[in-house]
């Protein structure tokens, strides 16, 4: 892993924690019945774990290999 993939899997995992809280009292919110306060929490949420989804694919994704630098072989 680079050091910008670590720095961008512990940046989700610190955002997982508004993010989850966030959407856990607005969907409560919403099942109560309280729906301005469970929405204005969604709205929230939701963009905060889009956040926390690109930095987890950033932090884990493989890159493909370089092709052979001047002097290696192809095959």
Same mark, same amino acid.
């Given at each position: 892993?680079?050091?910008?993939?670590?720095? =961008?899997?512990? /940046?989700?995992?610190?955002?997982? @924690?508004? $993010? $989850? /809280?966030?959407?856990?009292? *607005?969907?409560?919110?919403?099942?109560? *019945?309280?729906?301005?306060? *469970? @929405? =204005?929490?969604?709205?929230?949420?939701? !963009?905060?774990?889009?956040?926390? @989804?690109?930095?987890?694919? @950033? =932090?884990? %994704? %493989? %890159?493909?290999? +370089? !092709? !052979? $630098?001047?002097? *290696?072989?192809? +095959?």
């Amino acid at each position: 892993m680079t050091g910008g993939q670590v720095l =961008a899997l512990l /940046c989700a995992i610190v955002l997982l @924690v508004p $993010g $989850g /809280c966030f959407l856990i009292v *607005g969907i409560a919110s919403l099942a109560e *019945g309280s729906s301005g306060a *469970g @929405v =204005a929490a969604l709205q929230i949420a939701v !963009p905060i774990v889009a956040v926390v @989804v690109l930095l987890f694919w @950033v =932090a884990l %994704r %493989r %890159r493909p290999p +370089s !092709p !052979p $630098g001047p002097g *290696g072989s192809s +095959s």
